[in-house]
């Protein structure tokens, strides 16, 4: 197998997502960056997918069987992207069952370039505490601003991170209601560079609207950040839902383009938690004991 | 009714959407899926814009296309002061359309370089950034010359044109596409100049300046 | 090879750059600096970092006494950068060491100046008086500053005198790895003129030139385009031969780490550390009828950041403690002020400060403790003041007013002449609403119409005397405010103590027991068994020397816990409350 640059075996023998299937046309060769790895990929029309390491004749934009290329990387499908792995990869991903529920819609609100480190984004994506000053009325308003305490439990069996009973104030909370009201959270972290959300719905109670960021690594400071959405909603289009989601994540972009150092610091004196950042928190350490040393700096031991 | 074919994330949208708030003017948008979808190249989008690019505008029939030209009739027709794109001051619309296209050699690399970065176009970004610094070198002096002659806008009325405008999104932008402003401290101060005017409204990428000290 | 010494000045904006709420984006030898100055004047040097998350502070917002960073809201003091509010915890006061990293900002010749590590004084500039001296724009270059300051020695100028002529002579007065000083002559015109470079990174420079003598009108333009013309033309020269070399790796400055108590998560309540402070009264006045006021300015140094709501307690000449509220509104921290009424029975406190005490006078005062913190995310905030209780709500008013919140602040007193510091109630507008003259049953129906109504996400600030005080709470049981919404503090316990009772208290993290007898406090009992814990007013008020029960049933006698915190039993004042079991059990 080739050297790579990346010598964290963690993050190695992880699956990296690297394209939504939706956004792929078929039998034609795309080039992309995966832990500073140039790889390509192609889909046929069947939905068989194909990843290798970049060489020069499969070069971008030529059409291309997938069954004969040789020395494939592996490769999955999963929540509608294409995932592979430089290293050796477990048979299955991190599970999402509401995927597979029947009336939900599936989609890719984009994939978009970030200048950051992935564990960056991910505790972004985590923190509740600056909707009112990063998603203005629209996640959160002032004066509405505290975080309320939550549950944050390391789950052994499922190694993944959990935080439930988070909720906060939503100006416009639901369509039908005037006012704002809490809404409802659940944040699951089941890989280091993906996590997923759970929002409770505005048309069902007893159901919850799932939006997932999975990361891939570009480098240890870029990442291409692909948003998955798997909502109960019935009647807004598409392109409406990919506004939103492209909005909320606009806005955390100079946020996350703005922290400094880019990787994400694993010495617990490097910046200052308060209680709101519990989830954060749980990450740092996760990432700590896992040996991650990718997108991050590491506590000196 | 104006209707704004829109994308949340164009800077060029955004200064149509940010002259129409500061004017008053009441506007519907159609979202176009620019990306990933690309439905500024589809077959129905094309037959509104054959060049497919954003933005476009319906004003009860009329149809215009490009950013500066838009802004250019929306405030020919929707301000009633009369200053935003003063008509009868000759002097003041060669300066404005001097800096309209300022603004398209901005549009041309500083957003490019953004496009590249953030949405993955295949631009030569290096160039993109280097033309973007040359462009802001240039404006960074203009402005401080400014200051220095109590001329704090773009051209050398008293106050803001739809020059100011126009240039304003791709530079707040910058960032995203690799150029930093640190070394353009004339304009960061210009940029809190324009998000202290009335009625400006932010977009995903521009936050809100605090509010100026009172005289 | 570039000197990166830490000690050496080096200007790092130019006073332009700085108009009142604006944050300049610095950067001296590759450290990043946010650089704002307050409304007051003062200029803040600090390290480009929000301590939270690392957020960029350039991109935040300067409101003119505080700065706020963009991604929470976490809002650091003009002058100490000592954090203010968290408002993800609106009920805590933030710890007073979550404070930003500041460097030295010296103002001189049109530039700000500052240094890792200064060690003596700007560079003096004979001939350059302040006022008569041009500062041209700054030129920033890609190219290490000592390419620079080595080109700079053959920049050629024309004096101001003579700025449209193109044979003057210039000669290098001076010149080292960061400064240049070159004089230009033709004919009768002779010009000095420096340049200093600021190393901004590795590979990075800004030009900052100083002429003598002053210019106006026309001829000041003509030379300040004359400057930037050249300076612009030397500049690439410099760039061009900068890219033709490998480019040096950028300079990584340290960042250093938070204290190790911060590295930890808070718990919900946390005391600050005994500690004093020496000011000097900077002013003494009348600050209403019977009250006055006083400007505390620090010997040395700068006084610790405040909260709204906080105290001090005041060490006085006759050797009395006593605590007063800290008045000042954000950002205001030069110096602290504080209001002192004269108390008919006096046991000597406010005697002392009215009588005693003189401008110029030298006092200990302690650190300041917030036990009474302001949220700041209520719809409306409803502040009640009583005489001199209006202290700690001047503060939080002003709090709120600057971060345009609503409120009202009623303002209870006998008459005009007794409304104390107009100067700061008059900045509120029409949110203060005094009540003159009223008698105590016209005081309850007032407290009764402003508290009718109550709507969630309402919050009541009370503060005044214990009479009134007890009034205003029970009003605002009987019309429906729940009692989290409810916030007190009152200047002084009015209660009598009973200290009769003897008990046992058991310290469960120090594994000690000890036995409080009749007449003696917990507090002091602990302190003489070396248990260190914090104290401020020592009558129950002030909610300094809280401490958690874990197992026993508490004999309240203080006016700091609500109902709610009585009844639930797991607090205490240790001051002046006691024991009804035979033994307690405190998590100290």
Known sequence: ?301 | MITLYDYELSGNCYKLRLLMSMLGVDYKTVPIDFYPGREHKSEWFLKINPLGQLPVIDDDGLVLRDAQAILVYLASKYDPSGTWYPRDEAALLGEISQWLAFADGITGTASAARLHDALFYDFDVEAARVGAHRLFRILDEHLWFGEQEGRIWLCSAAHPTIADIACFPYIMLSEEGGIPRQDYPAIRRWCDRVKRLKGFMVMSGVFPAGPAKAA | MLDTAKTRWHPIAASYDLPFRHVFHGQLLGREFAVWRADDGYINVWENRCLHRGVRLSIGINDGRELKCQYHGWRYSNRTAGCTYIPAHPADAPARTITNRTFAAVERYGLVWSAEEPQGEVPELPGFAEGELLTLRGIAVNAPADAVAARLRSYRFQPTGQIDGSDAKVTVEAANDFSVALRAVEGSSTTLAVFFVQPVDSNRSVIRGVLEGRAEGAVRMAVLHHHNDRLSKLRDVVEREAVARPAPAPLEPVIERVSPELAEMPEETKHGRKATIRVEVARKWQAADGIAGFELRPIRGLLPTFQPGAHIDVHMPNGLIRQYSITNGPGESESYVIGVKLEKESKGGSICMHETLRQGDVLAISEPRNNFPLRRDAVKTIFIAGGIGITPLIAMAQALHNQNLAFDLHYFAQNEAQLAFPEKTSGLGGALKPHLGLTPEATGAKLREILANYQPGRHLYLCGPGPMLEAARNVATEAGWPEAAVHFEYFKNTNKIDDSSSFEVALARSCVTLKVPAGRTILDVMREAGVDMPSSCEQGACGTCLATVIEGEPDHQDVYLNDAERKSGTKIMTCVSRAKSARLVLDL
């Not at chain 1, 975080?147 to 639901?174: G, H, N, W």
């Not at chain 1, 996350?256 to 990787?263: D, V, Y």
């Not at chain 1, 610091?265 to 004991?289: F, G």
């Open chain 1, 1 to 301: 197998m080739a050297k790579t640059r990346c010598t964290d075996q963690v993050i190695l023998n992880l699956w990296h997502p690297l394209a939504a299937l939706s956004e792929v046309k078929p039998n034609v060769v795309v080039d992309t960056i995966l832990l500073e790895e140039r790889l390509s990929y192609a889909v046929d029309g069947k939905g068989n997918a194909a990843v290798w390491r970049d060489r020069a004749d499969l070069i971008e934009g030529s059409t291309v069987d997938v069954a004969t290329v040789a020395d494939q990387l592996p490769v999955k499908h999963a929540y509608g992207y294409i995932w592979t792995s430089l290293g050796d990869p477990q048979a299955d991903l991190f599970p999402i069952p509401e995927f597979d529920e029947a009336d939900r819609r599936r989609l890719n609100a984009a994939t978009i370039g970030v200048n950051v480190s992935a564990p960056r984004a991910i505790e972004n994506f985590l923190d509740m505490g600056h909707f009112p000053y990063v998603h203005t009325d629209i996640l959160g308003a002032e004066p509405h601003t505290e975080v309320k305490e939550y549950d944050v439990e390391i789950s052994v069996d499922r190694d993944e991170i959990l935080a439930t009973r988070c909720r906060f104030f939503q100006p416009m909370a639901a369509a039908t209601a005037s006012g704002g009201a809490d809404v409802d959270y659940v944040y699951r972290v089941p890989h280091p560079f993906c996590s997923v959300l759970y929002k409770s719905s505005p048309l069902d109670e007893s159901r919850r609207d799932v939006i997932a960021v999975f990361l891939q690594p570009i480098d240890q400071e870029h990442v291409r950040a692909h948003m998955m959405l798997c909502l109960l909603d019935e009647d807004n289009e598409d392109k409406v839902i990919k506004r939103f989601q492209q909005t909320i994540f606009g806005q955390d972009k100079p946020i996350l383009e703005n922290q400094f150092p880019k990787r994400l610091p694993l010495d617990p004196r490097a910046e200052t938690p308060i209680r709101a950042d519990k989830s954060a928190i749980a990450y740092r350490r996760w990432l700590s004991q896992k040996g991650v040393t990718y997108g991050v700096i590491p506590a000196a031991t």
